[in-house]
């Protein structure tokens, strides 16, 4: 008798493996994860700084610079000195610090510009320096040190920095390289809805230039 056999003939099948693709898309990917998840701790940075934050009684306020127009300041700037004003009506014997240069299509300098508007709005002319040479955040904080030096005021005794909120964590920063200490600041609303988005985006970038190159 012919004995028939159950087996089976065994077929072979490869063991499967992924494809991921190239090593080079795999590593951009990796970059860019990287990129927005650093962008976002970043912006949490910003977001954070962007508040009242007073301790004790400065004696001294900084209002940093903005764009100046023909017409009078920008509304970035308008907020800067309006928030500045709401502070000095109860503390008028400070002394302000107005800082910022001529740029391209400034008909004057944001410092003489900022004067005249807290002129025209009560503030004694006696009160505010002037620092218009500066054309960064860096340079409004170091010059306007070198002006309060001048002065035969003491940095380190307490000041006040005003600005729009996004602005505040990198000039608080700045602020502290410079020799400043016991610094409050006041965070300006941002009106113009466009330019709060944009300033919102680019902050973070460069509050990483200056952490690098502003020293």
């Known amino acids: 008798m012919i004995q028939r056999s159950h087996r089976r003939p065994s077929v072979e099948v490869s063991s499967y493996k992924g494809k991921g693709g190239p090593l080079w898309i ?14 976002f701790i970043l912006l949490g940075q910003v ?102 030096e001048e002065a035969g005021v003491d940095i380190k005794t307490g000041v006040v920095i005003v600005s729009n909120g996004f602005h505040l964590t990198r000039a608080r920063m700045l602020a502290e390289r410079v020799g400043f200490e016991n610094i409050s600041t006041l965070a300006a609303p941002s009106s113009h809805l466009p330019s709060r988005l944009k300033m919102y985006i680019r902050e973070p970038l460069a509050l990483v230039k200056s952490f690098v190159f502003d020293r």
């Open 26 to 39: 795999k590593v951009l990917l990796a970059l860019f994860a990287v990129g927005v998840l650093s962008f």
């Open 47 to 148: 977001m954070g700084g962007a508040k009242d934050d007073l301790s004790g009684s400065p004696q001294t306020m900084v209002i940093l610079g903005c764009q100046i127009h023909d017409w009078g300041p920008s509304v970035m700037l308008q907020d800067r000195l309006d928030r500045a004003l709401d502070y000095l009506e109860d503390h008028p014997e400070m002394t302000v610090v107005v800082s910022g240069g001529q740029g391209p299509g400034e008909p004057i300098s944001e410092a003489q510009g900022m004067a005249d508007y807290l002129i025209d709005h009560g503030i004694a002319r006696e009160n505010i320096i002037m620092e218009s040479l500066s054309h960064n955040t860096h340079q409004n904080l170091v010059y306007s040190a070198r002006h309060l």
